[in-house]
Structures are given as structure tokens and as C-alpha cells.
């Protein structure tokens, strides 16, 4: 039994008159301590996949396991705990508090879980340490994807799910966030998710899912991934 | 632009709808500034207005001329030649005191020739009409008919002072002045119709008399020939052509006025001196015609003695010669003795008129400071809402720049958005709140004035109107210009960027590290996110401040109301009882009425003084009127009198040297401790006269209701050469209420009796007539709400869409609804206790302000605020944000936690 699993997901929103199936039928494993990556062209489905993986959304049927846990049937208040507890966000656009210092943007997270790691520890494990209190606005790109790892890492989650994390950012800075997150997946055995339609990611991950017309087309298993330093795109 | 039009009025349209909240609050601000301007401002005009067309419709006079001697018919001949006269009614007037149902008390009789009234119509509510030029003072008829025979009368309706009269009673004229025997041919009455009348519109006091208490309580009007032939036409009431096309405010109505006043006043030394040469002819005539009869018969009895009659007249002759001599001292005596008051008053003298013009000026006074706190918050509401707007506008912004589109063309969007805003605010605004303030606040002076109130719609004064306008729509337009400019002023390529949130700063409250160090992390947040958005700190406790000031100024208000009647009658008079003795009673006839109050009511604690109602002066100063009181008998007037020191509240006691002058009234004449007062007697107009006495003030005494001075026995023996002789008397009596009963009868009983009036009758006349003010105190926690929901709802607003990122971000890191509120709502919960504190001061000045103005000539309100005002102010507005967080926690819920992972927009 997979860590992660999705059975038979559908996801269809009505917009007007039109029904619009973003999920349709998907089925896929991610097994514990993984690096998967999730691609797939613009309307493939992969967003959906991660916002009913996060908890931020419902699927329509099917049925999706994290850990011991059905997520499908959760109610509103169980999916605020499992974000909570369960679930590490990095976002894209990083969506720090812009006025919160990196030290407390990281702490805005690890105060409201019940295992949570020192804030200025997490930022130590992304490089930080030294900018514990800037503000987003006085970081880089990149510092500030950081910043946003270091909170998701921060609240010791079992699974890490990431949104194009380095697709805001340029090719160095994205490297190294890439690396970051092969650490979280290979050093400390965190459940890694990328969501992205960059294929150059798939040769890093363990497990490349591609998705296409809101199906899981292939999932490729990958024994010997790459080290993200040797990356190239 | 041309080209643009039609694009452009479906784009502003577009942004009309598309923020309907942000469209609503700017109309709603305005709407709440321009009303509450145009309404208050306009509402003292109203006022007058009204009373204008009341004084107008019912042909009241312009000018009284008033004689003490009487008005002769020459003089009224005279009056009708001097051009510029309409009309000219004369009537004869008394003031006595009279027993009416089951009152005794001060009132004026006036004749009235009642087929005038028979013939005259009503109509509209403010307008009786009359072929008759020389029908003035038209009085309505409320219920009942008019008399139509000597023993009927008509009394006003107005009263509030004492119980309601009924059809049918009877009204007994008890006594007056010296001549009261010679006044009258009918003595009783039957009450058979009640009325308005425009002379006596103010139901608080209807004139000052010399009898009483010395205000005239009721209005009595009955047919001439229920005055005595004997006795003269006291008035003569003259109505100046023209004079009512002008409003009597105005100072054309004063130059129609004014060369009528001064032909009257250049035609009264004449007159005086008619009325000196008819005295005197009068006194010659009679003393001629006694002398001849003494004459007659010491003629008769001589020439029955048997004298010749040519003997007996020449023995009278020399007898004759002295006796004329005598008769012609007697008589230049009487002459000389005799001086005639032609007094020629304008409206201004009559306590009615002149009062309700004091309180709408007082309305005045009010409105010119009351809506500047919500300009000041429209302007603010403005320009963060528009400012808001722009921003989340700026790529469409910058593209339309890049498009080629000039600065000018893409402000017009913002400002013709803003201008359709503030413009519907503000006609709505004004046309509601011109018609709803006057309305509420001339019905909450209904309550004291007979004024009927203007049909709805009242006219809206457009100077004032567009005035109000101009400045909603003007702050907000240049609110909306100053935030279109800023952004503007960036080049295409910046706009279309999107405008990075406000970025985190440290902020000063961090400097105290220890403070900060022990804050929590959340804490910490919560007090960044409040100065990191200044303008919209500055709305929140501004409006928020404006809240609470407002609410505080209504609570105040109302404690400053009821603390008159609870300090006054509970702890500063501590009788229940006065009677009033008429003046010069021998020892015998005063210890009859002491012996009544004490064996038939119980009476404890009984002072007897000497009581009279004068003027007091100072100078630099106006003249206030103020109740002298003199312990006499070796009265302790503590025992009636809890008189104290407001600050010290150290016990004042009247000794036999004190002067102790009430706190309004000293204040009134600037006068402390030391400084010295002159009291003058009034005349029968209540004008002083004589040279007055001056007094040393002793003490001032917390005091409210009435300007009143406490002399000690030897001070006014000092001042006046005399003792002061008893003519009333304080006691405590039973509170039973049929041992009372008896006790007023038996007192009414006693013809050395003048009053009786207990202290619960004049509490309760106080309750209704200040009851009205609570009207004002509604009108002020609506618009303390109103004010505090826009700008609470408009800031809420603003933070949930300008965050709604980073809302959705917390709620994806797993935030439960209730940290998600907090994180919004306990910024604006901390401007809230802010504004709230800021409020307290402002109220605590607005309050004061109100209070000062709104004060009535003889009554003073308390200054203090209660605590509980204070706690009930910070509740409320607490309350008032609370109920709007409460209702904008759906506006969180709907943050969609996908927004998140959108891209920055």
C-alpha cells in the first residue's frame, strides 16, 4: 500500500452550463520518503491534483489515502487539521507575509502545528541563517522560495507538496531550490510532490507520474534518480 | 475622449457594479456628511421659519405700546395717523391670581373681542384669516368654543406646568395688584374653550408678573366688558404695513419696523403729558367739585344758622382762599406723584417669541461644529476606497497609458466614478436629512412651543444645500484626484507590474525590546499590520473616534439632563412644600400659616424668608434675572437650602453677613467670591428700575434650575436700611397624599395665602419638558452607528480584498477559521480600542461644547459624565464593531485558498 494513493479521482466544475472534468479517473502511488514529480501540459489535470492532494479542495468521487488517512470524506474542519499537521505548502509565487520577517514567517507556521522544528533551525536548513530578520521585500527570489520552504519544512509534514517552485525564479536560484527539496525527500525521508510541466525535473525524482486529459498516462519509477546539482534545462 | 464616450460610460458603469460595496460606502459617507451639515445647519432656520409664518398667519403684533396709566382713545387716534400703521388692537390686560379647577395660580387675564374670532377662519396650520386689519394676535381654537358671554373665557391650551384643565371648570380671579377690587365686574368664570395663542407660544413661562413665583402660568381671555368700565386699555398692539413680507429675523423686516417705532417713541412724551393733564384735570375736577360741596354745605348750615347769605359768603371767602391754596398743593402733589411708563416694545419682549429664538439659535450654535468629524472621515473614506480602487486597477491602468490614453482621460474614469458616488450621496444625504433632523428637533420643541410644525417637505435652504454639497462631493473628488495622481505619475511599464504589497517594516514599538521580546509571535503581527497601512490607520480611529465622541456626547448629554432634576430637587432643595404669604402680614396672620403647615401637613424643618424676584448685574456683564431669598425670623435656610461649593463640595451655610449667588448665574455676571453684584427691582414689564443694592458675594452654591442669590439678614438690612419681612415658607410636610389634599385646602382656605406648590409637580414638569432632549441623544447614536459601520465595513473591506492572498495562504498552512479572524480582525479590533480612547477625549470636549450650548438661559446642566456613560460609550462602539466583524467573517470564508497559487494580480 502506497503512502500517497489516488483511486478512480474525478473532479468536475460547473462553470455556467458547461461541465468541465479536470479529473477524470485518476489513479496513481506515491510510496513513503518519494520525490515524486507530477507533469503534465497547461489543463492537465495536475493543479486539481494538488489542490485535492493539499486538502484546499474536494473531489468529486474516488477515493484518496495519505498515510492511514481517507482525505476524500474529510469535512471542512478535518481538512483545516490535515493542512495543518499533515501537509507542508511551497507555493510559486511563495506567498510570504510581506510583513512578517523570514524568522516569522517561518514561525507563523510552526506555531500552529504540534511537532513543529525550531524556525531559525528550518531556515538554517535552507541556507537563511543569516537573514533571520529581513523582510520579503529586502530578500531575492530565490531566498524567498527558500524562506517559503523552510516554513512548510518547519512544520515537520509528512508530505511536501510544491507548486512550479522554481518556476518563478531564474535557472541557479532554481537549481538550488530543487536540491533543497531532493534533501527534504532523500536525508529526511519526507514525501516529496512536485507539481510542474518542466520535464527536465523528471530525472531527479523517484517517481515521474505524467498526466494528460485529467488522467495518470504513465508513471515511470525511477531506481537511480539524479542529483538535482547535475541538473540542466 | 469624444470617441471614448460610450466605452467609457459603460466602463464606469461597469465599475460601478462591479464594486457596489466600495460605490455604496463612498455614497453612504457623503450622504451622512452633506445630510448631517445641510440637516443641522438648516434646522435653526426651519425653526424660525416656522414660527415666522405662525407669528405671520396670526397677525401678531409688531410693536406693543404699553402704558402704565392706561392708553387713551386720543392716543389710539394717534397711533392709527402714523402712516406706516395697519392696525391697531387694543386691549386690557391684568395679571392676578386665580383659582383654576384645582390649582391656584399666577395668570394674565387679556380682553378679546370674540365675534372677531367668531368671524375669522382658519386656515392651513398657521393661519387664521380676518377681514378685520385691526384683529391681531390671533389666537386658534384648540378645543371647546368661543365665550360669548361675560361669565365665559378661553385658556391656553399650552400648559404643561400643572394638570390639564377641563371644558367646564371653573375659574375663580382671587386677587391682584392694589387695584384688583376697581379691575373687574366678573370675578367668576367658566372655562369654555382652550386655545393657541402666538402671545404666550412658550409653555414654559408665559411672562414674568409681580405676583407668585413670578411667572405667569396660564393665559386667560374674556370679553371686555368683564373688566370694569373704569378701567383702561393697558395695550395697544400695533401692526406696521408690510412687515410680515419680510422674515422678522431680517433686517429688512427692522427697517420696515423702524419708523413706526420711532414715530410712536417721539409721540410718547407727548402722551405722557396728555395723561398727566387728564390726571390732573381729573384730580381738579374732583377736588373742585368737593370743594364746592364742603362749600355748599358750610353755606347751608351758616345761613341755617340764620346768617345772611351775603354775610355767610363773605365769611366763607377767606376761608375759601386757603382752602384753594391747599387744594392746589394737594393736587400738584398727586400730579407730581404721578408718572406714567409709556413703554413701546418691539416683538423681542415677549418671553415666547424671544425664547424660541434663543433655542433655535442655540440649534445654531450646535450644528456649526457637530458635522465636521464626519467630513473628515468622508474624505478619509474617500480616498482609501479610491486609492484601494486604483490599485488593484494598475495594470488596466498602465496598459491604457501605454495605449496612448492621456492622464487626464484615465483620471476622468476614477473621478467621474467618484463624482456619480458622491454626488447621489450627497442628494440623498440632504434631501433626507434637511427634511428628518428640523422635523425631529422642532417636534422635540414641540414638547415647549405652540409653534405648529411645518408640513413635510420643509424647504431646503439651497444656499446651504449646495454648500453641503460641494464640500461632500469637493473632498471627495479631491481625495479620489490625489490617489488617481500618485499612481499616474509611475510610467506604463512600472503599472503593469503588479504593486507589491506595502512592504513589512520594523516599527517603533520594537525599539522596546524588552516589550516586544515578550509579545507573542501573533501579537507581533497584529501590530505591524496596524502601521503598515497609515491612511487606513487614520480612517479606522478617526471614524472610529467620531463614534464613540458622538455616543459619549449622547450619553453625556442625557446625564447632564437628568442630573438637573436628581441634584436639584433631591439634594440641593430639601423641602417638599412652598407657600407663599402675600407681603406685610403682621406676626399673627404669618404664624396662622406656619401653625397650618405644621398642624395639618406635618411640617418639619419650616424656614421662613423673604422672597422676590429681581435683576442682578455686574458690569461688563448681562443682566441676568435671579430669585432673591433672605432668612428671616431667624430661619436656618440650610434646613431648606443644601447649598455647597461644586468643587469642594464643602457645605455653604447662609449667615446673617452672607451673599451667596448661584453657580450659573455667577458665571453669567463673571463673578468669584469678593466681587460685588447690583439687584435691581422690576417693573411691571420686568424691566429693572431704581438705583439698585449693591451686594458683596460671599459664596457661590451649586445650583441648577434658576438664578437665585441668598442674603443673609444683615447683609439686606445693610443694603436696604430694612429687615426683610417673611413672605414664604419651606417646610418638609407628609407625603400622604390625602393629608395633603387637606392641607392645600386649608392653606387655599387662608386669604393670606398666595401659593402652594409642591416639589414633586415642578419635578415632573421638569421630566417632560426635558424629555425632549432625549430625542436629540436617539439622533445621536444612530448617527454615531451609521458612522461607525461605513468606515468599519469600508476598512474591513479594503483588508480582506487587498489580502485575500495572503488569507488564502494562511488558510492552505492550516489556519482554522478562527485564527484567520484574527489575523484580520484583531488589527482593526486594536484601531477600534485606539479610536475608542481618542473618542473619549474628543467626547469628553464635544460633550462640553454641546452642553454649553444647548443650555438653557435659566437652567444649568451638569458638566460631569457619568462613568457608566463612558463604559456604555466604549461598549457600544465596541458592540458596533464587533457586529460588523462578525458579519464580514463570511467575506473570509469565501477566500478561495486556490487564489493562492494564482499569480500575483
Not at chain 1, 162 to 184: H, N, S
Not at chain 2, 402 to 420: P, S
Not at chain 2, 557 to 582: E, K, M, P, S
Request: proline share 3%; charged share 20%; glycine share 6%.
Amino acid at each position: 500500500m502506497p503512502f500517497v494513493s489516488f483511486e478512480d479521482v474525478t473532479k468536475i466544475y460547473h462553470m455556467g452550463d458547461i461541465e468541465v472534468r479536470a479529473l477524470d479517473g485518476m489513479n496513481f502511488g506515491i510510496e513513503k520518503g518519494e520525490l515524486a514529480v507530477v507533469v503534465g501540459p497547461s489543463g492537465a489535470g495536475k493543479t486539481t491534483v494538488l489542490n485535492i492532494l493539499g486538502g484546499i479542495d474536494t473531489p468529486t468521487s474516488g477515493k484518496i489515502q495519505v498515510g492511514d488517512t481517507r482525505i476524500d470524506q474529510m469535512n471542512e474542519r478535518q481538512l483545516t487539521q490535515y493542512r495543518r499537521h499533515n501537509v507542508g505548502f511551497v507555493f510559486q509565487f511563495y506567498n510570504l507575509m510581506p510583513n512578517l520577517t523570514a524568522l516569522e514567517n517561518v514561525e507563523l507556521a510552526s506555531q500552529i502545528c504540534d511537532n513543529p522544528m525550531d524556525a531559525a533551525e528550518a531556515l538554517d536548513l535552507v541556507g537563511l541563517s543569516d537573514r533571520l530578520n529581513n523582510f520579503p521585500g529586502q530578500l531575492s527570489g530565490g531566498e524567498q522560495q527558500r524562506v517559503a520552504i523552510a516554513r512548510a519544512i518547519a512544520k515537520n509534514p509528512d508530505l511536501l507538496l510544491c507548486d512550479e517552485p522554481t518556476g518563478a525564479l531564474d535557472y541557479e536560484t532554481g537549481k538550488t531550490v530543487m536540491e533543497l527539496l531532493q534533501a527534504e525527500s532523500m536525508r529526511r525521508g519526507r514525501t516529496v510532490v512536485i507539481i510542474t510541466h518542466n520535464q527536465a525535473f523528471c530525472p531527479v525524482a523517484n517517481r515521474v507520474i505524467s498526466v494528460h486529459g485529467g488522467k495518470a498516462v504513465k508513471e515511470d519509477v525511477n531506481e537511480n534518480p539524479k542529483s538535482a546539482s547535475t541538473l540542466v534545462w | 475622449m469624444i470617441s471614448m464616450k460610450s466605452a467609457f460610460r459603460k466602463e464606469v458603469l461597469r465599475a460601478v457594479t462591479g464594486s457596489f460595496g466600495r460605490f455604496l460606502a463612498i455614497a453612504a459617507i457623503v450622504a451622512l456628511g452633506c445630510g448631517f451639515y445641510a440637516g443641522l445647519r438648516m434646522t435653526g432656520p426651519d425653526m424660525r421659519y416656522a414660527g415666522d409664518q405662525y407669528l405671520a398667519g396670526t397677525h401678531f403684533y409688531d410693536l406693543d405700546v404699553a402704558s402704565t396709566a392706561g392708553i387713551s382713545d386720543s392716543m389710539l387716534d394717534d397711533i392709527r395717523d402714523i402712516s406706516g400703521v395697519e392696525g391697531v388692537q387694543a386691549t386690557k390686560s391684568s395679571d392676578v391670581m386665580a383659582q383654576i379647577g384645582e390649582n391656584q395660580l399666577a395668570a394674565r387675564v387679556e380682553s378679546m373681542d370674540f365675534s372677531e374670532a367668531e368671524n375669522s377662519e382658519q386656515d392651513g396650520v398657521f393661519s387664521v384669516s380676518s377681514d378685520n386689519n385691526d384683529y391681531l394676535n390671533r389666537p386658534m381654537l384648540a378645543s371647546g368654543r368661543w365665550p360669548t358671554s361675560d361669565d365665559e373665557c378661553v385658556i391656553s391650551a399650552d400648559r404643561i406646568m400643572s394638570t390639564p384643565v377641563n371644558l367646564g371648570d371653573e375659574v375663580t380671579l382671587l386677587y391682584g395688584d392694589d387695584n384688583f377690587d376697581n379691575t373687574f365686574q366678573t370675578k367668576t368664570l367658566r372655562v369654555v374653550g382652550t386655545i393657541h395663542s402666538p402671545e404666550f407660544m412658550s409653555s414654559i413661562g408665559m411672562g414674568t408678573t409681580s405676583l407668585g413665583d413670578g411667572t405667569i402660568e396660564q393665559i386667560i381671555l374674556v370679553n371686555p366688558s368683564v373688566f370694569s368700565d373704569s378701567y383702561p386699555n393697558t395695550q395697544a398692539y400695533v401692526k406696521v404695513a408690510g412687515a410680515q413680507n419680510s422674515y422678522s429675523d431680517s433686517d429688512a423686516y427692522d427697517a420696515t419696523i423702524q419708523p413706526v417705532q420711532d414715530a410712536l417713541e417721539s409721540k410718547t412724551d407727548a402722551w405722557t403729558d396728555d395723561l398727566r393733564q387728564q390726571f390732573e384735570d381729573q384730580v381738579r375736577e374732583q377736588a373742585q367739585s368737593q370743594m364746592e360741596e364742603q362749600q355748599q354745605q358750610a353755606l347751608q348750615q351758616l345761613t341755617a344758622q340764620g346768617l345772611p347769605l351775603e354775610q355767610a359768603q363773605a365769611a366763607l371767602q377767606t376761608q375759601m382762599q386757603t382752602q384753594q391754596a391747599d387744594v392746589q398743593a394737594q393736587i400738584d402733589a398727586q400730579v407730581d406723584s404721578f408718572n406714567p411708563d409709556i413703554y413701546v416694545l418691539d416683538r423681542s419682549h415677549n418671553y415666547g417669541v424671544s425664547s424660541f429664538k434663543s433655542d433655535s439659535e442655540r440649534v445654531d450654535h450646535i450644528a456649526s461644529i457637530f458635522p465636521l468629524v464626519f467630513f473628515l472621515v468622508a474624505a478619509l473614506v474617500s480616498l482609501t476606497s479610491m486609492t484601494r480602487m486604483v490599485d488593484s486597477e494598475r495594470p488596466l491602468i498602465g496598459t491604457l497609458k501605454a495605449l496612448g490614453y492621456t492622464k487626464r482621460a484615465i483620471t476622468m474614469k476614477y473621478v467621474f466614478y467618484a463624482a456619480l458616488a458622491s454626488c447621489i450621496g450627497a442628494a440623498v444625504g440632504i434631501l433626507t436629512l434637511t427634511q428628518f433632523f428640523p422635523w425631529t428637533i422642532c417636534r422635540a420643541y414641540a414638547i415647549i412651543y405652540s409653534v405648529p410644525q411645518t408640513p413635510i417637505p420643509l424647504p431646503v435652504d439651497a444656499g446651504l444645500a449646495w454648500l453641503s454639497a460641494g464640500l461632500g462631493i469637493g473632498i471627495t473628488l479631491l481625495a479620489t484626484w490625489a490617489a488617481v495622481r500618485s499612481t499616474l505619475r509611475e510610467s506604463p511599464a512600472t503599472l503593469i507590474v503588479p504593486k507589491a504589497p506595502a512592504p513589512g517594516k520594523q516599527i517603533w514599538l520594537e525599539r522596546f525590546h524588552k516589550l516586544w521580546a515578550r509579545m507573542s509571535f501573533s501579537w507581533k503581527v497584529t501590530w505591524r499590520n496596524v502601521f503598515r497601512y497609515k491612511r487606513r490607520m487614520a480612517m479606522t480611529v478617526v471614524g472610529i473616534a467620531g463614534c464613540t465622541a458622538l455616543l459619549l456626547t449622547g450619553f453625556g448629554l442625557h446625564d447632564a439632563i437628568w442630573d438637573i432634576i436628581d441634584r436639584q430637587f433631591g439634594d440641593i432643595l430639601t423641602y417638599n412644600v412652598v407657600v407663599q404669604t402675600h407681603d406685610n402680614l403682621d406676626d399673627a396672620a404669618l404664624l396662622g400659616v406656619r401653625d397650618q403647615i405644621q398642624d395639618t401637613g406635618d411640617g418639619t424643618d419650616i424656614v421662613a424668608a423673604y422672597q422676590r424676584n429681581m435683576q442682578a448685574s455686574s458690569p461688563d456683564h448681562d443682566a441676568v434675572s435671579v430669585v432673591t431669598y433672605v432668612p428671616t425670623e431667624n430661619s436656618d435656610m440650610s434646613q431648606a437650602f443644601s447649598l455647597r461649593n461644586h468643587q469642594t463640595r464643602q457645605q455653604i451655610s447662609v449667615d446673617d453677613n452672607s451673599v451667596v449667588l448661584t453657580e450659573k448665574a455667577a458665571r453669567s455676571l463673571g463673578v468669584s467670591p469678593g466681587d460685588t453684584i447690583t439687584i435691581y427691582d422690576l417693573n411691571a414689564i420686568g424691566d429693572p428700575v431704581g438705583d439698585g443694592m449693591q451686594l458683596t458675594v460671599t459664596d457661590v452654591a451649586e445650583y441648577y434650575v434658576n438664578n437665585a442669590v441668598f442674603v443673609g439678614e444683615d447683609a439686606w438690612r445693610d443694603a436696604t436700611g430694612d429687615y426683610a419681612h417673611t413672605n414664604t415658607f419651606f417646610s418638609k410636610v407628609t407625603n400622604d397624599q390625602e393629608q395633603r389634599d387637606t392641607l392645600t385646602d386649608d392653606l387655599h382656605a387662608n386669604t393670606d395665602v398666595s401659593t402652594v406648590s409642591y416639589i414633586d409637580e415642578t419635578v415632573d414638569t421638569y421630566r417632560t419638558m426635558l424629555s425632549s432632549v432625549n430625542t436629540i441623544v436617539v439622533v445621536l447614536v444612530v448617527s454615531a452607528a451609521l458612522l461607525a459601520f461605513i468606515v468599519l465595513y469600508d476598512i474591513t473591506k479594503i483588508n480582506v480584498e487587498e489580502r485575500r492572498r495572503e488569507i488564502a495562504s494562511l488558510k492552505v498552512l492550516g489556519f482554522v477559521p478562527r485564527e484567520v479572524d484574527a489575523y484580520i480582525f484583531r488589527e482593526i479590533g486594536i484601531l477600534v480600542l485606539i479610536g475608542t480612547i481618542l473618542g473619549l477625549f474628543l467626547g469628553i470636549w464635544l460633550e462640553g461644547f454641546v452642553v454649553t450650548s444647548a443650555e438653557v438661559d435659566y437652567v444649568m446642566f451638569s458638566r460631569e459624565i457619568h462613568a457608566l456613560s463612558y463604559v456604555w460609550a466604549i461598549l457600544v462602539t465596541i458592540g458596533f464593531a464587533a457586529l460588523v466583524m462578525f458579519s464580514m467573517r463570511g467575506e473570509l470564508k469565501k477566500v478561495d485558498m486556490v487564489e493562492s497559487l494564482k499569480s500575483v494580480d
